[in-house]
């Protein structure tokens, strides 16, 4: 070791834990100087308006000159299409939402003078899409796919100490979707700041190996970067600090020996480096351990330039004949799809919306996410690291041959490696992250090329997970030989080939799970007697699905049937815009049946009909929650199967019937018991028992209906376990407006979901009840969006007035930002019912 090193590791050592730099919190992970890049920019959308029309998109709209003080002035992220309004005649693929557009996005902005010499970079979380990037109007550069993140160095476009104007354009009219994909910078933009000597962009990889309670290889992969003009000498350091969250640094635990490394201009180097951490703190479900790895280059004349990795130390093991095991121990993949956007948020990425929604997922017992199926906002896997959630991370819709005229099939020549390395690149010290996916359902599943050519790249840029595809046509995946490129095989549908595929050759020792499973679909609180479909509603007692799905209870008892199954990601964990099977006429469905002919027409047939009817459904019923989060019957289902130890139990439907008196009414029970008796105005109506592995829910489906109290009293191992109370309610009285928290923060970003109940006079939930209802809001708030769940209400989600869907609606608010105080939110009707109100405080 040389003086200097000697010195600098002496220093390094004696460092207070976590204050130097002010690197005590990181403001994001990366480079240190990271700055919010999403304030006061001004927009405008040309070409196809909201309303259809046209508006010319003029030529110029990137010099600085421009005067642009009358186009909106606005903070990202910002989804321009998610306001509408709907429009009938829009597809409800892609939710009736206007969001083919060109937009244009300008932003003023100084860097001092005192960073001229460094590197100055923009970040973009994602641009929806084809998005092109000019400084002071010169071209920086281009990066079409909507959902990868990139960057572009501005350095040699700017004017230090002086205004300059970045503009950014989109076009969202050359991309096409199956889903709602939103439209604009709906992710954040970063500014960064680095010495010209720093670690890459990415520039860190780190993994761990010989993982025990006592000890584990922790394994370190730095580029570092010269953009400077000389040759340079740098050292490099990284230390390991403890974080109880993901941001804040605690303890100091290790650090690696200082290298030394010399690089050219306009060159990188990587350098590794390794260490044995004793006793680590695991990343598990229950406690989600992450540490934080701090690396600063110390370049002579140069101030230190320091990047922050959070990682974890985790084993994964894939076996055909076990399962999936995390730290050795079996654990079953409980997982959900969810698509990208916040429901009435559209796809604007929002921290609190989303940890919400993966709250509610956690809450039902779901351990696992699949980004079906693009690469998610950043903030999916921060959060995923801190809650304890698995990820399945998705690339590709499509490949070479698209499903539709303008997706990812126009970019797959000279993109798909730049996409696919960006996502391993920015995903891959995630611990969350434990399956890489090269697509879904492509059209060329069956390319032994592609495929091959796909997992290498992945594999060469993280050996450490296996790489998946899901196939709906797993058959055809194996007959042509792609699947064997592949780690792990993920199946979409068809369980019921199981035992055929199990006695198959070419399907042994490759692990199998479900990628994606059941798409059940139903709308909240809706039920029907004798039929599942009306008036584009779907029954809630999870009796519906498309040919190619089944119901949930079927889907386990496949998983008990062939437990070396790793589990499944059901289709979805949250409704979504867009894709409202069964009353959705995409064509791409027809790609489910491959190889049933008989099936393939039967749906031709349904989906001209559709077509011709136009219906107007906007979002999906896929859901186990609605699109405002609130459980469907579903949610139940899996927690009880899910969550074996957490006693439930779950009545459907409601027991407010003023027309089927005397009529006979199914019940179903959920719980997680094994057995339940059924109670009506205090007459048993018997005992019913799960067969283990065969039942998944408890049926009684002779209840002739009587208004009063239906009582459902669950046991487990001939212990009462859990009840639940379904009862007549009276006649419409009153609004209730219940918080989900009671405080907000004034950040500009934390919201509050208020659930609206329609209520009889005991305060109990009027079922049916669709009053229209009033939002609004006092003191310094706004009111940022609200919903009811309903997948045909084609009410703008800005509107403050809406139909509560089937007794419920929601309203979400957000404080100003930098206020104090109390918040009022009102809700009233003109139906004569008693109005609601509720305070928040903002903390
Ligand atoms: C699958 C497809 C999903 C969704 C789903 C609906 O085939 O991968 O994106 O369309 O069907 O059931």
Redesign the pocket.
């Given at each position: 070791m040389n003086r200097i090193t000697a010195l600098l590791v002496l220093l390094l050592t004696w460092m207070p834990s976590g204050d130097v730099f002010s690197q005590s919190q990181m403001h994001r992970e990366g480079n240190a100087d990271v700055q919010s890049f999403d304030s006061e920019w001004r927009f405008r959308r040309f070409g196809l308006q909201a309303d259809g029309s046209q508006m010319p998109e003029p030529a110029g709209l990137e010099q600085s000159g421009l005067d642009d003080h009358q186009w909106t002035q606005l903070d990202l992220p910002h989804d321009w299409a998610i306001a509408g309004p709907f429009r009938i005649e829009l597809s409800g693929n892609t939710g009736k939402l206007p969001w083919k557009g060109i937009g244009w996005y300008r932003k003023k902005f100084v860097v001092d003078t005192k960073d001229a010499g460094r590197r100055i970079f923009l970040d973009f979380d994602g641009a929806m899409a084809y998005a092109k990037i000019w400084v002071n109007g010169k071209y920086v550069g281009t990066w079409p796919y909507g959902y990868s993140s990139f960057r572009m160095d501005i350095t040699p476009f700017l004017n230090f100490g002086k205004d300059n104007t970045v503009a950014v354009r989109l076009d969202t009219e050359s991309w096409d979707s199956?889903w709602y994909p939103g439209a604009g910078l709906y992710r954040h933009v970063w500014l960064v700041k680095t010495q010209p000597v720093h670690t890459a962009h990415w520039g860190t990889y780190i993994t761990t190996d010989n993982i025990s309670e006592r000890q584990a290889d922790v394994c370190l992969k730095v580029n570092i970067q010269n953009q400077g003009r000389k040759h340079m000498t740098s050292q490099v350091t990284t230390e390991l600090f403890e974080s109880p969250d993901g941001k804040n640094m605690g303890r100091k635990v290790a650090y690696f020996k200082p290298q030394s490394v010399q690089i050219s201009p306009d060159s990188t180097r990587e350098l590794s480096a390794h260490l044995t951490l004793s006793a680590p703190r695991l990343w598990t479900l229950e406690t989600p351990a992450v540490y934080i790895a701090r690396t600063t280059v110390n370049t002579p004349g140069m101030k230190p330039d320091i990047y922050n990795t959070v990682f974890g130390i985790r084993k994964l093991e894939f076996t055909h004949g076990k399962g999936f095991l995390l730290n050795g121990k079996r654990t079953e993949i409980k997982g959900v799809c969810l698509h990208h956007d916040l429901g009435s948020l559209g796809a604007a990425i929002n921290t609190a919306a989303l940890r919400r929604q993966l709250t509610i997922m956690k809450n039902m017992g779901c351990n696992a996410i699949r980004t079906?199926?693009n690469p998610p906002a950043p903030e999916l896997l921060e959060l995923a690291d801190q809650m304890g959630l698995l990820v399945w991370d998705e690339s590709f819709d499509a490949w070479k041959r698209g499903k539709r005229k303008n997706d990812y099939n126009k970019l797959f020549p000279e993109w798909h490696e730049k996409d696919l390395v960006a996502m391993v690149h920015r995903d891959r010290n995630h611990p969350a992250v434990i399956i890489w996916s090269i697509g879904?359902?492509v059209m060329d599943q069956q390319d032994v090329a592609i495929t091959r050519e796909l997992t290498d790249i992945v594999h060469r840029e993280d050996p450490t997970r296996p790489v998946s595809n899901a196939y709906?046509d797993p058959d055809g995946g194996r007959a042509s030989g792609a699947a064997a490129c592949l780690d792990l095989m993920g199946v979409?549908y068809f369980f019921s080939k199981q035992p055929q595929w199990d006695n198959d050759e070419r399907f042994k020792n490759k692990p199998t799970m479900g990628s994606?499973t059941s798409?059940c679909v139903s709308s909240r609180g809706t039920y029907f007697f004798g039929t599942n479909y009306e008036n584009y509603q779907v029954t809630s007692y999870d009796v519906a699905w498309?040919g190619?799905?089944c119901s949930p209870d079927e889907q386990f008892r496949i998983n008990a049937r062939y437990p070396h199954l790793l589990g499944e990601f059901v289709?979805t964990g949250f409704d979504y815009l867009g894709?409202p099977?069964p009353f959705n006429s995409d064509e791409t469905n027809l790609l489910?049946f491959r190889t049933d002919s008989t099936k393939r027409k039967e749906l031709e047939k349904a989906l001209e009909e559709i077509r011709k009817k136009n219906p107007p459904s906007r979002s999906s019923y896929?859901g186990i929650v609605d699109l405002c989060g609130f459980p469907k019957d579903r949610f139940y289902s899996y927690q009880a199967h899910w969550r074996p130890d957490y006693p439930m139990a779950h009545i459907m439907p409601h027991w407010t019937w003023p027309g089927r008196k005397d009529s006979i009414t199914p019940v179903h029970v959920y719980t997680s018991g094994d057995m339940a008796e059924l109670f009506l105005n205090g007459e048993s109506k018997g005992k019913k028992y799960k067969r283990p592995g065969e039942d998944f829910r408890l049926v009684w489906d002779s209840v002739v209906y009587q208004p009063g109290e239906l009582r459902v009293v669950a046991y487990k191992n001939g212990k009462v376990w859990a009840t639940d109370t379904m009862r007549t309610v009276g006649p419409r009285q009153k609004l209730l407006l219940l918080p989900e928290t009671n405080t907000v923060k004034a950040d500009g970003v934390d919201l509050c979901y208020i659930k609206l109940l329609v209520c009889d006079e005991n305060n109990r939930m009027v079922p049916d009840a669709s009053d229209n209802l009033n939002f609004s809001i006092e003191g310094p708030g706004e009111i940022v969006a609200t919903d009811n769940g309903d997948a045909t209400c084609l009410i703008s989600f800005s509107s403050l007035v809406r139909p509560a869907y089937n007794g419920m609606a929601q309203v979400i608010i957000k404080a100003k930002k930098g206020a104090g105080g109390k918040i009022k939110v009102l809700a009233q009707t003109d139906t004569g019912l008693k109005k609601a109100e509720t305070i928040i405080n903002i903390k």
């Amino acid at each position: 070791m040389n003086r200097i090193t000697a010195l600098l590791v002496l220093l390094l050592t004696w460092m207070p834990s976590g204050d130097v730099f002010s690197q005590s919190q990181m403001h994001r992970e990366g480079n240190a100087d990271v700055q919010s890049f999403d304030s006061e920019w001004r927009f405008r959308r040309f070409g196809l308006q909201a309303d259809g029309s046209q508006m010319p998109e003029p030529a110029g709209l990137e010099q600085s000159g421009l005067d642009d003080h009358q186009w909106t002035q606005l903070d990202l992220p910002h989804d321009w299409a998610i306001a509408g309004p709907f429009r009938i005649e829009l597809s409800g693929n892609t939710g009736k939402l206007p969001w083919k557009g060109i937009g244009w996005y300008r932003k003023k902005f100084v860097v001092d003078t005192k960073d001229a010499g460094r590197r100055i970079f923009l970040d973009f979380d994602g641009a929806m899409a084809y998005a092109k990037i000019w400084v002071n109007g010169k071209y920086v550069g281009t990066w079409p796919y909507g959902y990868s993140s990139f960057r572009m160095d501005i350095t040699p476009f700017l004017n230090f100490g002086k205004d300059n104007t970045v503009a950014v354009r989109l076009d969202t009219e050359s991309w096409d979707s199956r889903w709602y994909p939103g439209a604009g910078l709906y992710r954040h933009v970063w500014l960064v700041k680095t010495q010209p000597v720093h670690t890459a962009h990415w520039g860190t990889y780190i993994t761990t190996d010989n993982i025990s309670e006592r000890q584990a290889d922790v394994c370190l992969k730095v580029n570092i970067q010269n953009q400077g003009r000389k040759h340079m000498t740098s050292q490099v350091t990284t230390e390991l600090f403890e974080s109880p969250d993901g941001k804040n640094m605690g303890r100091k635990v290790a650090y690696f020996k200082p290298q030394s490394v010399q690089i050219s201009p306009d060159s990188t180097r990587e350098l590794s480096a390794h260490l044995t951490l004793s006793a680590p703190r695991l990343w598990t479900l229950e406690t989600p351990a992450v540490y934080i790895a701090r690396t600063t280059v110390n370049t002579p004349g140069m101030k230190p330039d320091i990047y922050n990795t959070v990682f974890g130390i985790r084993k994964l093991e894939f076996t055909h004949g076990k399962g999936f095991l995390l730290n050795g121990k079996r654990t079953e993949i409980k997982g959900v799809c969810l698509h990208h956007d916040l429901g009435s948020l559209g796809a604007a990425i929002n921290t609190a919306a989303l940890r919400r929604q993966l709250t509610i997922m956690k809450n039902m017992g779901c351990n696992a996410i699949r980004t079906s199926h693009n690469p998610p906002a950043p903030e999916l896997l921060e959060l995923a690291d801190q809650m304890g959630l698995l990820v399945w991370d998705e690339s590709f819709d499509a490949w070479k041959r698209g499903k539709r005229k303008n997706d990812y099939n126009k970019l797959f020549p000279e993109w798909h490696e730049k996409d696919l390395v960006a996502m391993v690149h920015r995903d891959r010290n995630h611990p969350a992250v434990i399956i890489w996916s090269i697509g879904n359902e492509v059209m060329d599943q069956q390319d032994v090329a592609i495929t091959r050519e796909l997992t290498d790249i992945v594999h060469r840029e993280d050996p450490t997970r296996p790489v998946s595809n899901a196939y709906n046509d797993p058959d055809g995946g194996r007959a042509s030989g792609a699947a064997a490129c592949l780690d792990l095989m993920g199946v979409n549908y068809f369980f019921s080939k199981q035992p055929q595929w199990d006695n198959d050759e070419r399907f042994k020792n490759k692990p199998t799970m479900g990628s994606e499973t059941s798409s059940c679909v139903s709308s909240r609180g809706t039920y029907f007697f004798g039929t599942n479909y009306e008036n584009y509603q779907v029954t809630s007692y999870d009796v519906a699905w498309p040919g190619w799905g089944c119901s949930p209870d079927e889907q386990f008892r496949i998983n008990a049937r062939y437990p070396h199954l790793l589990g499944e990601f059901v289709w979805t964990g949250f409704d979504y815009l867009g894709e409202p099977t069964p009353f959705n006429s995409d064509e791409t469905n027809l790609l489910n049946f491959r190889t049933d002919s008989t099936k393939r027409k039967e749906l031709e047939k349904a989906l001209e009909e559709i077509r011709k009817k136009n219906p107007p459904s906007r979002s999906s019923y896929f859901g186990i929650v609605d699109l405002c989060g609130f459980p469907k019957d579903r949610f139940y289902s899996y927690q009880a199967h899910w969550r074996p130890d957490y006693p439930m139990a779950h009545i459907m439907p409601h027991w407010t019937w003023p027309g089927r008196k005397d009529s006979i009414t199914p019940v179903h029970v959920y719980t997680s018991g094994d057995m339940a008796e059924l109670f009506l105005n205090g007459e048993s109506k018997g005992k019913k028992y799960k067969r283990p592995g065969e039942d998944f829910r408890l049926v009684w489906d002779s209840v002739v209906y009587q208004p009063g109290e239906l009582r459902v009293v669950a046991y487990k191992n001939g212990k009462v376990w859990a009840t639940d109370t379904m009862r007549t309610v009276g006649p419409r009285q009153k609004l209730l407006l219940l918080p989900e928290t009671n405080t907000v923060k004034a950040d500009g970003v934390d919201l509050c979901y208020i659930k609206l109940l329609v209520c009889d006079e005991n305060n109990r939930m009027v079922p049916d009840a669709s009053d229209n209802l009033n939002f609004s809001i006092e003191g310094p708030g706004e009111i940022v969006a609200t919903d009811n769940g309903d997948a045909t209400c084609l009410i703008s989600f800005s509107s403050l007035v809406r139909p509560a869907y089937n007794g419920m609606a929601q309203v979400i608010i957000k404080a100003k930002k930098g206020a104090g105080g109390k918040i009022k939110v009102l809700a009233q009707t003109d139906t004569g019912l008693k109005k609601a109100e509720t305070i928040i405080n903002i903390k």
